[in-house]
């Protein structure tokens, strides 16, 4: 999933302070999942900030929609009937969601309300890790399903460098060292042999060297 | 006198462009630089800003000034990070470097190393800034350096398809003035009146305006600009030019000398891009009075 964490009360303060009435939007697809933008975290958030601007004797309205998916034009459309209430939309969704409020209302000024992170996993409670960069060209059948590219600090694609230390990146000791776990995984699989494979420099034209992307599905589309 | 004196005295400066070769051997480079060696005021080494691996316009400007020639580099924050920048333009100051071009770099994609990955840590104004701040004596990381370099900094306006682009541009050009650039360099010359208007809105930028001039060599080329780029303003005109002449390479080499003589009275000075074509630069000084 794509995971989030919410921007601090007081960035988010002064974002909306411009404007008296606010549409706070909030996406019940990874945001929910990672407690970034839910409906629980639409609700938090809309009362800290009606608090706040109480205590101020600010005048302001806002108004709580949380959909099923921001990243998806059919459900933006849910907020057609009530977009001319706001002076502007609060989103909790990932930047794709914000996104595509603001493409669909483009006269209608859109502020995210949560940092996109990363495509990760959830390790245990509360804790999410990263775990795909999106690089368009999976290499996880080749080193035992562990990514180099998102898990090495340096991305790198034949081995650990020398900074690997009782199984822990150099860069910080919290840091698992993928090519350990990618070792790890391989004598596990009894697959060792995979390990001496050469991965050749990477293509990053599938990633975002070859500028932003898209899919295109013809029997879809 | 050097190229930055020349600029700041307000005098017509002459720059030529040469590329650095794909590969070791430097003959050609050398032998290219030595022929117009006290005839312009100064070369632009490019660096592989257009896509194409070659060897760093680092390495052409000090094998210029082996030569007795002043070099500006071309740098571009495609393929190195903030640090790399900073080191690599700390090298080109203490190897003689006292002129540079803020270039933006080729997308990765139209060069011939398509595979590669692009860095663009820096963008062209962050580089500026950059410079700035190592030209007061520190980094972008805020240690101090242990003597600070002082650069001409030049900055360029791209290839613009409407007036409404070239606004944009103007303005992102302002910017980069107040970031630091001194002077400005244009795209590519084939029309004087329509330079003549775009002289009229560059005015505003208040540094020298240094115009470019590109030898077309065949028709081939120009078709191509004209086909793929209108807004340069190649007419049908030159073209036939080119074709009737009965020697098209000497025809290509007379339309960049006049467009050079007249771009004289309408800017500071002039960028001579011969596209690989160094050899060719002679004549073009030549027949240009230069």
Not at chain 1, 70 to 86: F, G, M, R, S, T
Not at chain 2, 18 to 31: E, H, R, Y
């Amino acid at each position: 999933m794509i995971t989030a964490e919410r921007k601090p009360i007081e960035d988010l303060i002064q974002s909306v302070s411009p404007y008296r009435r606010i549409l706070l939007v909030g996406c019940n697809e990874c945001v929910t999942v990672c407690s970034a933008g839910g409906r629980k975290e639409v609700a938090l958030l809309s009362s800290a900030l009606q608090m706040h601007f109480m205590k101020e004797a600010k005048p302001f309205e806002i108004k709580e929609i949380t959909l099923e998916r921001q990243c998806d034009p059919e459900y933006i459309e849910e907020l057609v009937p009530i977009i001319d209430q706001a002076d502007a939309v609060l989103s909790m969704a990932c930047g794709c969601g914000v996104q595509e409020i603001a493409r669909r209302f483009k006269e209608k000024p859109v502020l995210p309300a949560v940092n996109t992170t990363f495509m990760g996993a959830s390790e245990r409670q509360g804790v999410w890790a990263e775990r795909c960069a999106g690089c368009g060209d999976c290499v996880l059948g080749v080193t035992g399903g562990v990514c180099p590219i998102a898990r090495c600090s340096k991305q790198l694609l034949n081995g650990p460098c020398g900074g690997s230390t009782r199984g822990k990146c150099e860069v910080d000791p919290d840091i698992d060292c993928a090519w350990q776990l990618i070792w790890d995984r391989l004598k596990a699989l009894g697959m060792t042999e995979r390990y001496e494979e050469n991965i050749p420099a990477k293509d990053w034209r599938t990633g975002r060297g070859g500028g932003p992307r898209k899919i295109v599905r013809e029997d879809l589309a | 006198m050097s190229f930055q004196k020349r600029l700041l005295s307000g005098e017509f400066v002459v720059l030529a462009e040469m590329n650095t070769p794909k590969g070791v051997d430097t003959s050609q480079l050398i032998q290219n630089a030595r022929r117009i060696k006290g005839r312009v005021d100064a070369v632009i080494v490019p660096d592989m800003d257009d896509g194409v691996m070659k060897m760093s316009a680092l390495g052409g400007a000090v094998l210029m000034h082996q030569q007795g020639m002043e070099a500006l580099i071309h740098v571009y924050c495609r393929d190195r990070n903030r640090m790399a920048l900073q080191g690599d333009l700390l090298a080109a100051y203490a190897l003689g470097v006292q002129s540079l071009i803020v270039v933006s770099g080729e997308d990765i994609c139209n060069g011939d190393h398509r595979d590669a990955r692009a860095v663009d840590d820096l963008d062209e104004l962050g580089l500026l800034r950059a410079l700035g701040l190592l030209e007061q004596g520190t980094d972008l990381g805020g240690s101090d350096l242990q003597g600070a370099p002082s650069f001409t900094v030049g900055c360029v306006i791209p290839q613009c398809k409407d007036e409404q682009s070239l606004d944009c541009a103007l303005e992102l050009a302002g910017k980069k003035v107040e970031a630091g650039a001194k002077f400005v360099l244009t795209p590519p010359v084939f029309d004087i009146g329509r330079f003549e208007s775009f002289m009229d809105k560059a005015k505003s930028l208040k540094i020298p305006v240094i115009s470019t001039v590109y030898l077309l060599k065949s028709v081939g080329a120009a078709r191509y600009i004209a086909t793929n780029e209108p807004e340069a303003g190649i007419s049908e005109e030159l073209i036939r030019r080119i074709r009737k002449a009965s020697d098209r390479e000497m025809e290509c080499v007379r339309i960049a000398a006049e467009t050079v003589a007249s771009l004289k009275l309408l800017s500071q000075g002039v960028r001579i891009v011969t596209l690989g074509w160094e050899h060719r630069l002679p004549d073009v000084l030549d027949y240009a009075g230069l």
